[in-house]
Structure formats: structure tokens, C-alpha cells
């Protein structure tokens, strides 16, 4: 009997262990989905996803998505992590319980990590869509063109999905993520924009300014802070994705690397800059030697971007940054307490920035949260910064006027000090001699003021000139951007058909004279009236759009011309290109639109274009009007033969025609 108690007590046991097991897995791996049907402004993700740290990085989305993973839960305000080798997954769920479609945008607000994946499941765990980001992925390879990461949140009505976000990265493992209502994002971006417009606009005008103090006066305190305060903004620019935007979004090798060299330059020309301005003895060995130490550690950085890993340069400049900045501050107290008056302005503006990148290194090292402020907070820093040294160069000249105005006066008395001693021992000639004196301080005072105006003339001519030379570059530069936008087609951004038909009647000459192969390509997308007609002009001009998009990724020879030709219809001129290698082109653009799928209410279409090609090597007796004809001609008999194909015009040599012919093989 005691057995049976004992065997029935054991197996209730090992039923309520499991079940207490499973409770645990299941509240483990359950997730309260975000709803975001009726979303109207920005909703953080920072405290409501859950994450697993992959230290090996082999997890897989496809396991991760199953149930009885171990996710944690994520409850602070910011997805900070600091520096770290691992790859962080990121889990939450959204669901729309409205009666319509949504459409929202979820933004990751960093813009240096390096590489995010992510993963879009629906209710039964499919994989129903995927994106690839990061700034080791070309710039024009976004979905959404935006200097931080933003992709399409899309739902129907009354469904859900688990999104999972792969994140690896040597910058600091920051993820702040937000979903957005697409008119409430562009709001809020407007506001983004017109601070840092504000902010850069401070910084140009700074350095604009105290450059041309610099070419005036000839005071290399002005060159070394201006140099300062274009390596603050490139390395700002840099940290916030505008540089890799707007200037290099191609060059994703070169976007980690710009911020160690930016800052890199902050803090050598910063050192440079305090060392000079505030003229640091040569007897302050130990100074010297510190600021050397720090100057050199940078460079060196500098050296190492294509050997050393990032994460462990970064690191070790925000240290040294940090010991450079404490040192200016020290040295612009010292110079302060012994009596530089200009070192005043310079520590106050110092202690500013001291304080915005104390805040910005803990930041990044995790230790204080992740907001507007701490990431901002070197823009308010600098800012206040290079307005208050601007201030402690200006006090600096106007101490030297002093110091030399006071000099001239001591100068002078000294002089009729000795005049009257001179005087008192040669009374019979004191009025001779005093007359005699008189008449030199005279002379001399005409010579320094006709000295003087010579200066200021000179001066002054010199200003005009710079600002003649000035105008003029400002001049040219909109003459050159006025040209360019008379021959750009504004829909596509190709070139319209002014510019064609300049370029054609040139490049034929040419080839003409140069006795080289010519080839020109008429295209035209099929059915587009249909288009326009079932779903609008729009989604029309969408359609255009792409086409001119995929001439540019396949026509990139910098002799070649892409034009809209007139409606929906394009030309392409392939200099010094046979028809053997403008029908593999031809084709090439052929098969990549036909791939293209254009959505419009959920339903997806494709377009196709057809393709005339007339190449040879001009003749004597022939013109461009007749190879533009023959092209157009070849284009009509490709609409004629069934459309979406190229067809050779028959103007072209039996030679051509036939490597054409091979080609078309081949392709």
C-alpha cells in the first residue's frame, strides 16, 4: 500500500513539475503584441522588445522565431548595450486590430551600425519579408533614402506579425527604435532637420568668417581654428549619417574610418590651437610633453584606420579625446591665474565642451542612458564652444592693440623725459632744440599716418579683391547648375532631348572623323497608356522613374548619354561600342525591367520595353537624322514582332549583323 502511495505521490509530482515547466517556458517566450491600428504619433520600442545576445553569432532567424527560445526582457529606456563584439537579436510583435490597412515606418535612429537584419514573420511564422541594412551597405540600397535606418511597417486589417532584428555592429550597440505614422515622421524629421540646419549654419558661418580674418591678419591661431572647427563638424556630420548621405554614400569603407579621422583632427588641432593661443612656455616641459603625447596618439590612430580594428581605435581616441580636452581646460586655468586675460573667454567656452563630451563618452560606454540630450550633447557643446573662442580671438587682438598702444605711449614719454632733461642741460638751445623736436614728432606723425592709410588702402583692395574673386565663383557655379537643369529631364533626372540631339550630332561627327563604331538605342515601355489608364498617371511616372534607374545601374560609361526622349520613350548613345556589345546592353536593360514588379493596391504588375538598335561606323555620306530614323524604325518593327525584344536595324553591316545575331545567341 505504501508502495502505491508512494508511486502515485511521485507521478503527480513529476505532472506538476512539468507543467510548472511549461507555464514557465510559455511566459518565457510570450510576447504582448504592440498595437498599432490606431497609432497617431511615435511609439518607442526601447522598453518593449526582448533580446538574446548571440556571443558566436551563428543563430539563425529561422530557429529563433520558434517557440521555446530564451529571450530577455528589455525594461530600461534605451537599447543601449556600449561596445561589444557579439550579435544582439531583437524581438516584438505588432498587430493591426482595425478594420483598414496601415502603414507606418519604423526607424532605427543610428546611423553608424554596421550591419541590421531584419526579419518579418506573419501569424503562422512564415517569413513574408526581409531587409539588409547598414552603413557597410551602399547608401542608395535603402528602401527609404534617410540618413538614419527607416523601413515600411505594413499590416492589413486584423492581422499581426513577429519582427526580428539582427544587429552586429563595432560602433557602440545602440538600437533605438521608434514606429512611426508616416505624416507624423516627416513632421518630426522637419523639426530634426531645421536644428541641425541651425547647428552646421553656425558652424559655416564660424568657419567662413574667421578664415577670412585668417587671410587678413595672417595669424595662424585663426588657420588652427578653423581647421578645429571643420573637423568638429565633419566628425558631428559623420556620427549622425549626414556625411554618408550627402557626400560619400558609396564609400562604405571609408564611413567608419571618417569618424576616427575627424575626431582625430579635433583633437590634434584643438591641442595645436591651445597650445598657440594660449602661448604655452617652452619651460612647461610637462605640458608640452602631454599635449605631444596626445597630438601623436592621434595621428597615430590616424595611421592604424585600414590595420586596427574600430571598436578598439574608438575606444582608445574618446580616451585621449577626453585627456586632451581636461588638459586644455587645465592649461586655460593656469594661463587664466597668471594673468592672460584672453584665457578667460577660452576655459569658459573649454568647460562647455569638456562637459558635451564627458556626456557623449558615457553615453557610449553605456554608463548614462541613450536621449535627444547625451546624443546631441556635443552639438550644444560646440556650438557654444566655437562661438565663445571666436570671442577669445577677437579679446586676444584687441590685447595686443592694447599691449602695442600702451607701448607707443610708454615710448613717448620716455622720449620727453629725455627731451627735457636734454633741455634742462642746454638752456640756450631749448627753444631752437624743442622747436627742432616738434617739427619731427610732426614729420614722424605724417609718416605713420600716411603709413597707416597705405595699410588700410592695401587692406581694403585686398578685401575687394577676394571678394570680387568670390562672386565671381558664385557666378559660375550657378551658371553650370542653371545649364545642367536646362538638360535634365525633371521627372527621370536623365537627360532631356535637347541635350540628346546636341550630343548625337557631335558624337556622330566624331565618329565619323575618327572612323570609330557608333551605336544608339531607342526604347520605348510597352503598353504604358494602359498603364496610366488602370492605375494612374502616378504610378505612371513611378514606372518611368525606375526604367531611367535601371539605364543608369546598366549604361554607366561616362561617355554615355541616357535621355528621355519624349513621352515614355528613352535614347541611349553608346560611343565607341559595336552592335555586338549594344545588343548585349540592350538586352541586359530588357531582362532587368522585365524583372522589376510594381505594386498598387496589393497587386503587383510588371513592365516590359522593346528596343531598336542601329550601330555601324559612319559614313560619308550618312547623318544622325538618318541613324535616329533607323533606330526608330528597328523599335516599331520590334513593337510589330510581338514587343519586349531588340531588333537590329538593317542599316547595320552584314559584319555587325551578324556579331549582333551571335550575340543574341550568346545573351
Given amino acids: 500500500m505504501e508502495y502505491y502511495l508512494y508511486r502515485i505521490g511521485s507521478e503527480i509530482l513529476q505532472y506538476l513539475f512539468s507543467f510548472l515547466l511549461l507555464i514557465y517556458i510559455s511566459s518565457a517566450s510570450s510576447m504582448e503584441p504592440i498595437e498599432v491600428g490606431a497609432l497617431n504619433k511615435g511609439y518607442s520600442l526601447n522598453d518593449h522588445v526582448e533580446y538574446i545576445v548571440d556571443s558566436l553569432g551563428e543563430s539563425e532567424a529561422e530557429q529563433l522565431v520558434l517557440p ?28 493591426n486590430q482595425s478594420k483598414t490597412n496601415v502603414s507606418h515606418l519604423l526607424e532605427i535612429a543610428y546611423p553608424v551600425l554596421d550591419d541590421i537584419q531584419i526579419f518579418i514573420y506573419d501569424e503562422t511564422k512564415q517569413l513574408i519579408n526581409e531587409h539588409h541594412l547598414g552603413d557597410k551597405i551602399p547608401f542608395d540600397q535603402r528602401d527609404i533614402e534617410h540618413r538614419n535606418f527607416v523601413v515600411p511597417l505594413e499590416l492589413k486589417a486584423e492581422q499581426s506579425s513577429t519582427w526580428l532584428i539582427r544587429v552586429k555592429t563595432s560602433s557602440a550597440m545602440q538600437v533605438p527604435m521608434t514606429i512611426w505614422p508616416e505624416r507624423e515622421f516627416f513632421i518630426q524629421d522637419q523639426s530634426r532637420v531645421m536644428g541641425m540646419g541651425l547647428y552646421y549654419g553656425i558652424m559655416l558661418i564660424m568657419t567662413l568668417y574667421n578664415l577670412i580674418v585668417f587671410v587678413s591678419v595672417r595669424e595662424s591661431n585663426y ?148 536621449n535627444s540630450f547625451t546624443e546631441n550633447a556635443v552639438q550644444f557643446g560646440s556650438a557654444l564652444e566655437v562661438i565663445l573662442l571666436s570671442f577669445a580671438l577677437a579679446d586676444r587682438l584687441n590685447q595686443e592693440k592694447r599691449e602695442r598702444y ?45 603709413d597707416r592709410a597705405l595699410e588700410i588702402q592695401r587692406k581694403a583692395n585686398e578685401t575687394l579683391e577676394e571678394k570680387v ?85 546598366v549604361v554607366h560609361r561616362t561617355t554615355d548619354i541616357i535621355a528621355r526622349y519624349g513621352g515614355e520613350e528613352f535614347a541611349i548613345i553608346l560611343p565607341n561600342t559595336e552592335v555586338a556589345g549594344a545588343y548585349i546592353v540592350a538586352e541586359k536593360i530588357r531582362k532587368k525591367i522585365a524583372k522589376q514588379q510594381l505594386e498598387v493596391n496589393g497587386i503587383a504588375f510588371s513592365i ?60
Wanted: include cysteine; proline fraction near 1%.
Fill in 223 to 370: 588657420l588652427y581654428y578653423v581647421l578645429y572647427v571643420a573637423s568638429m563638424a565633419g566628425f558631428l556630420a559623420s556620427l549622425q549619417g549626414l556625411s554618408f548621405q550627402y557626400i560619400w554614400p558609396m564609400a562604405t569603407s571609408w564611413n567608419d574610418s571618417a569618424i576616427l579621422v575627424m575626431l582625430s583632427g579635433v583633437v590634434v588641432f584643438s591641442s595645436i590651437f591651445t597650445r598657440n593661443f594660449l602661448e604655452l612656455s617652452k619651460d612647461d616641459r610637462l605640458l608640452n610633453s602631454l599635449f605631444g603625447l596626445v597630438i601623436l596618439a592621434s595621428v597615430i590612430v590616424v595611421f592604424s584606420v585600414s590595420i586596427v580594428p574600430y571598436y578598439i581605435l574608438i575606444k582608445v581616441l574618446i580616451g585621449f579625446a577626453v585627456l586632451g580636452i581636461t588638459l586644455v581646460i587645465y592649461t586655460g586655468i593656469l594661463r587664466w591665474s597668471q594673468g592672460f586675460s584672453a584665457a578667460r573667454f577660452f576655459t569658459i567656452a573649454w568647460s562647455s565642451m569638456l562637459l558635451a563630451g564627458v556626456i557623449l563618452a558615457l553615453n557610449k560606454f553605456n554608463i548614462i542612458p541613450r
Fill in 406 to 450: 600702451d607701448a607707443q605711449i610708454q615710448a613717448l614719454n620716455h622720449e620727453r623725459i629725455a627731451g627735457t632733461a636734454q633741455a634742462e642741460a642746454l638752456e640756450q638751445e631749448r627753444c631752437a632744440r624743442t622747436a627742432q623736436e616738434k617739427a619731427l614728432v610732426h614729420e614722424r606723425e605724417a609718416r605713420e599716418a600716411q
Fill in 68 to 95: 521555446g527560445q530564451r529571450w530577455l526582457k528589455h525594461d530600461k529606456e534605451t537599447l543601449s548595450f556600449g561596445y561589444t563584439r557579439s550579435v544582439y537579436w531583437f524581438r516584438f510583435q505588432v498587430s
Fill in 469 to 553: 574673386k568670390e562672386r565671381t565663383n558664385e557666378l559660375e557655379s550657378v551658371n553650370q547648375k542653371l545649364a545642367e537643369l536646362s538638360t535634365t529631364d525633371a521627372l527621370t533626372g536623365v537627360r532631356n532631348r535637347r541635350y540628346f540631339d546636341q550630343v548625337l550630332e557631335r558624337e556622330f561627327n566624331r565618329a565619323r572623323r575618327e572612323r570609330e563604331q557608333l551605336s544608339i538605342l531607342m526604347l520605348d515601355i510597352d503598353y504604358f497608356k494602359r498603364v496610366n489608364d488602370d492605375y494612374g498617371h502616378q504610378v505612371g511616372d513611378d514606372a518611368l522613374r525606375r526604367v531611367a534607374n535601371i539605364l543608369r545601374e
Fill in 608 to 667: 516590359t520595353v522593346s528596343i531598336g538598335l542601329m550601330g555601324d561606323e559612319p559614313s560619308k555620306g550618312s547623318n544622325a537624322d538618318f541613324w535616329l530614323k533607323e533606330a526608330d524604325d528597328a523599335l516599331y518593327k520590334a513593337k510589330e514582332e510581338g514587343r519586349n525584344k531588340v531588333v537590329l536595324a538593317p542599316s547595320c553591316s552584314v559584319t555587325n549583323r551578324l556579331e549582333g545575331s551571335d550575340a543574341e545567341r550568346n545573351s
